[in-house]
């Protein structure tokens, strides 16, 4: 199984960046997906999820400027990023909790990293 993130880049404050990730391989399911990021120095937090019912969770910074949404056909979830501020500069992460083909076990898969970068 692997992730793909894509999307990334500069933009300047205020403005808008959507981020997409999808999932690839033996996959038999996906119940939770979501965003992660790291930015210099820091760890790694939790920006946004959504299960398998469509129900997210934000964390505080980012809500009411960042939306997740998932395509299910696609193995594809999304965070459109909006009014975006230089504290938002970081690396995005993509992870999804994954059901295999096979083995058919449940596994927590992680995708490569997109950098966004909020400047002027």
């Known amino acids: 199984v692997q992730l793909q993130a894509s999307g990334g880049g500069l933009v300047q404050p205020g403005g808008s960046l959507r981020i997409s990730c999808t999932a690839s391989?033996?996959?038999?399911?996906?119940?939770?997906m979501g965003w992660y990021r790291q930015a210099p120095g820091k760890q790694r937090e939790l920006v946004a999820t959504?299960?398998?019912?469509?129900?997210?969770n934000y964390a505080d910074s980012v809500k009411e400027r960042f939306t997740i949404s998932r395509d299910n056909a696609k193995n594809t979830v999304n965070l459109q990023m909006n009014s975006l501020k230089p504290e938002d500069t970081a690396v995005y992460y993509c992870?999804?909790?994954?059901?295999?083909?096979?083995?058919?076990?449940?596994?927590?898969?992680w995708g490569q990293g997109t950098q966004v970068t909020v400047s002027s």
């Open positions: 992870n999804a909790r994954i059901l295999t083909t096979g083995a058919l076990k449940w596994a927590t898969f």
């Open positions: 391989g033996s996959i038999f399911s996906i119940s939770t």
């Open positions: 959504i299960d398998s019912g469509d129900s997210t």
